[in-house]
T-cell receptor
Framework: GQNIDQPTEMTATEGAIVQINCTYQTSGFNGLFWYQQHAGEAPTFLSYNVLDGLEEKGRFSSFLSRSKGYSYLLLKELQMKDSASYLCAVIDSNYQLIWGAGTKLIIKP | GAVVSQHPSWVICKSGTSVKIECRSLDFQATTMFWYRQFPKQSLMLMATSNEGSKATYEQGVEKDKFLINHASLTLSTLTVTSAHPEDSSFYIC????????????FGPGTRLTVT
């Protein structure tokens, strides 16, 4: 079966750095997305990785290792507004988007 | 660019009635649209995938006669919840994907349905 694992919840301090991990086992791989979802709102796009390595975009970076079936989202200089759920999603060989359950990130002052 | 709208943003209806939710891609042509449902504190659950001009493909466990999907044009898809019951109360989100190589899905703002 297809499976995407992420921690259910993480807590971090304002101004700090946090890394949210995602591991996947899917039938094929055509890319990995990270989305941010605030409570009661729809997801918003953060990043897309299809090749191994680190993609940096401002305070957010995303890393991918296809051989390990592993990705992480790195958030730097955390702000209170970063409190949200972070969803990892993989495009499989049928070009279907397989969603992880999401990681709820709680930022404390 | 790549804006998706949904209407209504929230709706309250009585049990047994039907509710229609519209999803529109405002500045691009959406060859594929997706409908998701999300219960509180749970992840997105894909209900169905629809391609313009063809019948929707429903995920296992989703009743196609209860959740009617119409993707009549490249910019509009509708989801009709027929004979709604309180257990259908949820957050319904649509997303759209264009015809290019990107597989990114652009999400609408969601519709909160409450069935009383």
């Amino acid at each position: 079966g297809q499976n995407i694992d992420q921690p259910t919840e993480m807590t971090a301090t304002e101004g700090a750095i946090v890394q949210i991990n995602c591991t996947y086992q899917t039938s094929g791989f055509n890319g990995l997305f990270w989305y941010q979802q605030h409570a009661g709102e729809a997801p918003t796009f953060l990043s897309y990785n299809v090749l191994d390595g680190l993609e940096e975009k401002g305070r957010f970076s995303s890393f991918l290792s296809r051989s390990k079936g592993y990705s992480y989202l790195l958030l730097k200089e955390l702000q209170m507004k970063d409190s949200a759920s972070y969803l990892c999603a993989v495009i499989d060989s049928n070009y279907q988007l397989i969603w992880g359950a999401g990681t709820k990130l709680i930022i404390k002052p | 660019g790549a804006v998706v709208s949904q209407h209504p943003s929230w709706v309250i209806c009585k049990s047994g009635t039907s509710v229609k939710i519209e999803c529109r891609s405002l500045d691009f042509q959406a060859t594929t649209m997706f409908w998701y449902r999300q219960f509180p504190k749970q992840s997105l659950m894909l209900m169905a995938t629809s391609n313009e001009g063809s019948k929707a493909t429903y995920e296992q466990g989703v009743e196609k006669d209860k959740f009617l999907i119409n993707h009549a044009s490249l910019t509009l898809s509708t989801l009709t919840v027929t004979s709604a019951h309180p257990e259908d109360s949820s957050f319904y989100i649509c997303s759209a994907r264009g015809s290019g190589d990107s597989y990114e899905q652009y999400f609408g703002p969601g519709t909160r349905l409450t069935v009383t």
